[in-house]
């Protein structure tokens, strides 16, 4: 008998051009070998060029899909990304509450072209309601910005972030800062206020990566499903990423994705 893959649900939008959302996250789960699942939260028009439509689903549709993968296949790992409103974020908490697997929170909040992906009068629900149901949480420098008013300047700054992050719960936070302006190397900083992880990686000159952050939370989803401590889960996400960055393609007129299948065309 053929054993069974690592479990992983991801509830985020949808992404009509594929490059990010649940679409980046499945490709992410099959790439790393775990059977990825969805909930849909939302329904987006966008492409290369940015974001034209978004269309949020009922909380009754995200619980019912959310209940019955769950309830009946189970799961190894979460993953959350793009909730939209206040109604989902805390309908997703509540859910992420009665579900024992590690849980790794992507507080999306923009796209890669700069569009409002999240309702300012969700800010507090994500504070309050889902920050605290992470193992890891991923906010990128814009995210930091928009939920503790830290605005990350130099790579010292970054440590400032991460505490005001933990303060709202989180077992862990990763602080991305790909868009801080440090040269040859793309630093993070992976820490649950005791322990301090520095990960860094060569900066691609790259200009296709959209659907980063949602590939990258998605690969520590995987890796925790797989078994792996949250550090180890985050190394191989990064190298993961890093490399799909340095593949990614030109797709349309504006910005195209990362390669999520970049290590079966190496």
Same mark, same amino acid.
């Given at each position: 008998?053929?054993?069974?893959?690592?479990?992983?649900?991801?509830?985020?939008?949808?992404?009509?051009?594929?490059?990010?959302?649940?679409?980046?996250?499945?490709?992410?789960?099959?790439?790393?070998?775990?059977?990825?699942?969805?909930?849909?939260?939302?329904?987006?028009?966008?492409?290369?060029?940015?974001?034209?439509?978004?269309?949020?689903?009922?909380?009754?549709?995200?619980?019912?899909?959310?209940?019955?993968?769950?309830?009946?296949?189970?799961?190894?790992?979460?993953?959350?990304?793009?909730?939209?409103?206040?109604? !989902?974020?805390?309908?997703?908490?509540?859910?992420?509450?009665?579900?024992?697997?590690?849980?790794?929170?992507?507080?999306? @909040?923009?796209?890669?072209?700069?569009?409002?992906?999240?309702?300012?009068?969700?800010?507090?629900?994500?504070?309050?309601?889902?920050?605290?149901?992470?193992?890891?949480?991923?906010?990128?420098?814009?995210?930091?910005?928009?939920?503790?008013?830290?605005?990350?300047?130099?790579?010292?700054?970054?440590?400032?972030?991460?505490?005001?992050? !933990?303060?709202?719960?989180?077992?862990?936070?990763?602080?991305?800062?790909?868009?801080?302006?440090? =040269?040859?190397?793309?630093?993070?900083?992976?820490?649950?206020?005791?322990?301090?992880?520095?990960?860094?990686?060569?900066?691609?000159?790259?200009?296709?990566?959209?659907?980063?952050?949602?590939?990258?939370?998605?690969?520590?989803?995987?890796?925790?499903? @797989?078994?792996?401590?949250?550090?180890?889960?985050?190394?191989?996400?990064?190298?993961?990423?890093? @490399?799909?960055?340095?593949? =990614?393609?030109? !797709?349309?007129?504006?910005?195209?994705?990362?390669?999520?299948?970049?290590?079966?065309?190496?």
């Amino acid at each position: 008998m053929i054993s069974r893959p690592p479990l992983v649900l991801t509830v985020a939008g949808s992404d009509s051009g594929g490059g990010a959302g649940i679409q980046a996250d499945l490709k992410t789960m099959l790439a790393l070998g775990v059977h990825g699942m969805s909930v849909l939260t939302a329904v987006t028009a966008q492409n290369s060029r940015g974001v034209q439509g978004v269309w949020e689903l009922p909380a009754e549709a995200v619980r019912a899909q959310y209940r019955a993968v769950v309830d009946d296949i189970g799961v190894q790992a979460v993953k959350t990304g793009m909730l939209a409103t206040a109604a !989902l974020v805390e309908a997703v908490a509540e859910l992420l509450a009665d579900t024992e697997a590690p849980v790794v929170v992507d507080p999306v @909040g923009v796209s890669k072209h700069g569009d409002p992906l999240l309702a300012e009068s969700a800010l507090g629900s994500v504070r309050e309601r889902l920050l605290p149901r992470a193992t890891v949480a991923t906010p990128n420098l814009d995210e930091v910005a928009q939920l503790t008013g830290v605005h990350v300047v130099y790579e010292s700054d970054m440590r400032v972030a991460a505490e005001a992050v !933990l303060s709202y719960g989180p077992e862990w936070v990763l602080i991305k800062g790909g868009h801080l302006p440090t =040269g040859a190397e793309a630093v993070d900083l992976l820490t649950d206020g005791a322990e301090e992880h520095w990960l860094r990686a060569p900066r691609h000159d790259n200009r296709h990566t959209h659907g980063t952050g949602c590939t990258l939370a998605s690969a520590i989803a995987a890796g925790l499903a @797989g078994g792996l401590v949250v550090p180890e889960a985050v190394r191989q996400a990064k190298e993961y990423v890093t @490399g799909a960055i340095g593949a =990614g393609f030109a !797709l349309g007129a504006g910005i195209g994705p990362v390669d999520h299948g970049w290590r079966f065309r190496t």
